[in-house]
C-alpha cells in the first residue's frame, strides 16, 4: 500500500513513532516469556518434589514389605521346626507303641502256651483222676 505524504506522514517518522511501541512489545514479549519459563520450573520443581515424595513414600512401602516378608520367613521356619520336631516326636511314640506291642503280643502268646500246657496238664489229670 502506498503512504500519501502529508506534513507528518514521512516513513521516517512512522518509524520513529512505531520504535517505542516496538520496544514496548518486545520488553512484553520476554516479560511473557520470563514469566512462562517460571511458571514452567516452578511446575518442573514441584512436580520434582512430588516424585520425590513418592518415592520416598514407595521406599516406607517397600522396606514395609521387606520386613513383612522377612517376618513370615522367620514363622515359616520356625512352623517348620516345629513340624519337623513333632514328626520325629511322633515317629518314636510310634516306635515305642511298636516296640509295647511286641512285646504284649510276646506276652500274650507265652500266656496262651501257658494256657494249653496247663489245659493239657488238667485233661490228663481228670483222665488220671477218672482212671483212678
Do not use: G
Not at 520513529?16 to 511473557?32: A, C, D, G, I
Request: proline content about 2%.
Amino acid at each position: 500500500m502506498l503512504f500519501a505524504y502529508t506534513h507528518n506522514t514521512h516513513p521516517k517518522t512512522h518509524i520513529l513513532q512505531y520504535t517505542p511501541n516496538t520496544h514496548t512489545l518486545f520488553t512484553q514479549e520476554r516479560q511473557l516469556e520470563h514469566a512462562s519459563h517460571n511458571a514452567a520450573a516452578q511446575e518442573a520443581s514441584r512436580a520434582l518434589e512430588e516424585a520425590i515424595e513418592q518415592k520416598a513414600r514407595l521406599e516406607q512401602r517397600l522396606e514395609e514389605a521387606v520386613n513383612s516378608l522377612t517376618t513370615v520367613k522367620e514363622q515359616h521356619e520356625s512352623s517348620q521346626n516345629q513340624l519337623f520336631t513333632m514328626q520325629a516326636e511322633a515317629e518314636q511314640q510310634q516306635a515305642a507303641l511298636m516296640h509295647e506291642l511286641e512285646v504284649v503280643t510276646v506276652d500274650v502268646e507265652q500266656a496262651q502256651e501257658r494256657i494249653r500246657v496247663l489245659e493239657q496238664e488238667n485233661a490228663m489229670l481228670l483222665v488220671w483222676f477218672c482212671v483212678v
